[in-house]
């Protein structure tokens, strides 16, 4: 075995990353054996996902840990949210550069918050020394046949977004633009700093969309890039009315200042869920919706075919959607050189 903080980092497992989230009676074995094991009920299957956050691409090394630890898990949560998932059990694979107290702290009170949120219970892990990385896999549990997927969308479904689009995108904007300007981060808008920092995984919402939705995805490269993939899914095209996306105070007026969709459309990080519904499940969908703390949107429909239509406000087509689709959106070696 590789003794990468001597004996260190049995020392910070005990005290910083054992007994994070909740207690859950179906853990059988937590942190501290060879495995984590837990059981699962008749009729679920098991969901699983995982992420890796790297310092530097995913986030800036002077990222509070606090927020840290809470966007490194929100991120698979949201996989399970598109899914319909209920969160159980996730494990951490943590590189650190140094064996940082006051950081580790902050990261599991990050992660411990969301984890009781949502009843999860972190049940195993690695520890290693390296360059700040951060990779959680999440678990969860779905009635048997019941995950919704990305490739049940047919022509006519409606297509609904949750929250707002673009928040993300702002703040990482205005965080560069302070950056490179050296003025401190605190003065990007709280809001936006939140959104963009530490999003809200819809995991209710998913839950209300089993046996409703056609299809579901999350939003973590931007919408369009994402709806790219649901309709590569379910072989469809799209229609969006872009005056219809649901945009906050700040985004709104970033957007129709300059006339910039890229911005709602293309940036990604605001963990919203894209989903299809049947027209004649709208009205379910919307009672539904109405008893949990989320709001969704008409945006579109789904068409036949597999070219993207983006409607104006005025009426007339935004040029160039199907190249804006496949250019926008965040992906990993798209433009790295190839040797
Ligand atoms: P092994 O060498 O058998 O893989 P380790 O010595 O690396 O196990 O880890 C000891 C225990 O601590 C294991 O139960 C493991 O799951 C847990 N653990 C290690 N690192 C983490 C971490 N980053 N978060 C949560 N649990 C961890
Ligand atoms: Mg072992």
Redesign the pocket.
Known sequence: ?NKRFARGEFAL?DDF?TGLGSTRSDVVTD????C?ITRIPAGFELAFSIDTLVSGVHFFSDCDPVSLGHKSLAVGLSDLAATGAIPAWA????TLPKPDQIWLQGFSAGLHRLAKTHGLR?V????TQGPLCISIQVMGMIEAGQAILRNGAKPGDAIFVSGTVGDAGLALRQLLTLKSSDILSSSVPAFLLGRLEQPTPRIELGRALRGLASSAIDISDGLLADLGHLLKQSQCGASIELGQLPLSKPVASATLRCDDWMLPLGSGDDYELLFTVPPHQIQTLLSRVALIDCHVTHIGNMTVGNDVQLIQPNGELWNQSNQLAESCGFEHFRTAEIH
Do not use: N, W, Y
């Not at 494990?91 to 943590?94: I, K, M, N, R």
């Not at 195993?124 to 520890?127: A, C, F, K, T, V």
């Open positions: 075995m497992i990353l942190i501290g054996d060879d984590a494990t951490l694979a943590l972190l195993g892990g690695d520890l």
